[in-house]
């Protein structure tokens, strides 16, 4: 047995042209189709025959290629990037109105550009439509092709097996009607698809390839709608809540609150819960010191106006999931509890005030406003406001700045000063509910003429001067905030990102390839065995395939020897060639029309 594989290393540029040309027709329907990618026009066949539907046809190819999707996908991703270094209204109008404010030379640039509502603008959505419609338009043929591939048998083998990629050949005793016979099973048995077609067999394998090409483009199109449709439909809100209050699911009870442009208000999930404790317990010696270890929000919830209460416990990262409403976990911190009482000794305020965290030991700011109720020593209505500063654990008096040295509540201080006069509340504009407007407002002074401030414990009273009243540090209560959204086709995003992983996995790393086998009587009556295969790109897995099948093909059709005499100095000539079925050289020459590199 031989391989008549060669390897024209030295060949000129002319002669593989000329090769490749008549390669060309003697693989025929064999190296086409390998691929359902529509095939790159020359720039003169792009262009339009004549008019205005010459044009249509041109743009339509040009938008449904590959090259085009790609391009749109970039410009996809680009425009993504002043979304996200931007701030935008749809996100937080504060954090706009301040960048506006510092950035007074390119906000109106940004403005005309739209880069404040990235993601509803016109040059965004006109790029979404475009890849959307594209790669509709590159699957759908595709897909029609792919089917019809399906349907239909592998190709004959081509006149000339020797001119492909990965050949090999031997004589030997077997009928040919035998050795194709065993071709046959071989080819099924490995699972590629085969059948006969005159003097051979042909077979294919590696369609996955094609089919995960596919599904990563549908998968595309799924992430897409999923994407734009969860944005038209979406829904998302801030709640903080201290413990013992609770929470309905209506637009009113929202802090802060965001929707899509599509979204009803009455197809808010209705529940409601109530915040029972918050636990939280932190690391106390090590390097790790003050780092949460419990995390949790205990809470009773309802679904529908006339649910059974259940509990359940909320994490960060384990939301309450009610009909495809999560409610998160996000942060946590202390509301003091405070009195306040007008000069004549009545108590007109006891709640707890919520205020923010500072930092990572839950140092804490915010105000107490007195809107009603308050009467000065003279009987007028009037208003209090105190700056409120907070540490769950004060280092102690004399031992630095006022700033916690603990996350948890082992030695809690409220620092205050106050204010009277108009909070401003009633103006009719909005007014951060952490934040005292002092415009309209008196501060307090002491007996020195100096501002009145003061540090208090659980237990102590700050006296307000002129016989004013009083306000008293009751103790300290917890709060938790909670994120509540809604995000319809979210699992359909999922799906299709997994299945965009896994189609693009299959394209990547599985070869189509195709597969014959020719058994022919030679002109001595010994039968000739041929092997050829034929890959989308050259790899050195397709010569090893077909190695592995020819020596598996040869326990049913073993090699006889060559009868020619001059066989052993052929060789000594030739020692490129290999006797052993499969091995061969790298050839130069080019595949057939339609076989890939």
């Known amino acids: ?34 691929s359902t990618a529509p095939s790159e026009e020359s720039p003169a066949a792009g262009l ?44 937080d109008q504060l954090k706009v109105e301040n960048f506006k404010k510092l950035h007074t030379t390119v906000s109106p ?100 390839r094609e089919a995960g ?13 999923a994407f734009a449709y969860g944005q038209l439909f979406k829904s998302e809100g801030a709640k903080l809540i201290v413990q013992g209050d609770g929470f309905a699911n209506t637009k009113p009870q929202y802090d802060d609150f965001k929707s899509g442009s599509l979204f009803d208000e009455d197809s808010l999930t209705p529940f409601s819960f109530t915040l029972d404790k918050f636990i939280g317990t932190y690391e ?56 306040v009482k007008d000069g004549s000794g009545k108590e007109v305020y006891r709640t707890a005030v919520p205020l923010l965290p500072m930092d990572s030991n839950v140092t804490s700011s915010g105000a107490i406003k007195v809107m009603d109720g308050y009467r000065d020593k003279n009987g007028k209505k009037t208003q209090l406001g105190f700056q409120a500063f907070f540490v769950p654990t004060f280092a102690g008096a004399g031992k630095g700045t006022m700033f916690s040295q603990f996350p948890a509540a082992d030695f809690p201080v409220l620092a205050l000063n106050g204010f009277h006069g108009s909070l401003g509340v009633d103006a009719g504009l909005p007014q951060n509910v952490y934040q005292l407007d002092k415009s309209k407002m008196t501060e307090f002074k002491g007996a020195d003429g100096k501002q009145l401030k003061q540090r208090l414990l659980v237990g102590e009273t700050m006296k307000l001067p002129d016989g004013a009243g009083s306000i008293t540090f009751e103790g300290v209560d917890e709060w938790a905030s909670f994120q509540i959204s809604e995000q319809p086709a979210s699992g359909w995003a999922l799906t299709g990102a997994v299945a965009a992983i ?3 996995a299959g394209s990547l790393f599985i070869q189509r390839r195709r597969v014959w086998v020719r058994a022919a009587t030679g002109a001595d009556g010994v039968t000739v065995v041929e092997m050829a295969g034929l890959g989308r790109s050259e790899s050195a897995r397709l010569p090893e395939e077909l190695a592995d099948l020819a020596v598996t093909l040869l326990g049913s059709a073993p090699a006889v020897p060559d009868p020619s005499p001059d066989s052993d100095s052929d060789a000594a000539k030739n020692p490129g060639k ?20």
């Open 502 to 504: 896994a189609g693009l």
């Open 1 to 34: 047995m031989s391989n008549t594989k060669s390897n024209p290393s030295a060949a000129s540029a002319a002669e593989d042209e000329r090769r490749n040309a008549e390669d060309a027709p003697e693989l025929g329907a064999a190296g086409s189709q390998l």
């Open 578 to 597: 290999s006797g052993k079925p499969g091995e061969s050289e790298e050839s130069s020459v080019e595949p057939a029309e339609g076989a890939e590199k």
């Open 213 to 225: 090409n596919l599904v990563f483009h549908i998968a595309l199109i799924v992430m897409l709608v």
């Open 109 to 208: 640039l940004y403005e005309k550009l739209q880069f404040f509502d990235v993601y509803s603008s016109v040059w965004f959505s006109a790029i979404y439509i475009l890849l959307f419609v594209s790669l509709i338009g590159c699957i759908v043929p595709r897909t029609g092709q792919f089917i019809g591939q399906l349907r239909s048998r592998p190709p004959g083998a081509p006149k000339r097996l020797n001119r492909l990629p990965a050949y090999t050949t031997w004589r030997t005793a077997a009928e040919p009607e035998e050795v194709r016979a065993a071709a046959l099973a071989v080819m099924r048995k490995r699972r590629f698809r085969a059948h006969a077609v005159g003097d051979a067999v042909a077979a294919e394998k590696g369609y996955l």
């Open 48 to 91: 339009p025959a004549m008019g205005v539907i010459g044009w249509v046809r041109w743009f339509w190819r040009q938008l449904t290629s590959m090259r085009v999707a790609l391009i749109l996908l970039f410009l996809l991703s680009l425009g993504a990037i002043p979304g996200s270094l931007i701030p935008q209204n749809s996100v």
């Open 284 to 339: 106390r010696n090590g390097p790790q010191r003050g780092t949460p270890r419990t995390y949790e929000a205990h809470v009773t919830y309802e679904e529908g106006a006339y649910g059974k209460p259940k509990k359940t416990v909320i994490r960060v990262n384990e939301p309450l999931e009610i009909d495809g409403t999560k409610v998160y976990l996000n942060a946590h911190g202390y509301a003091p509890v405070v009195s």
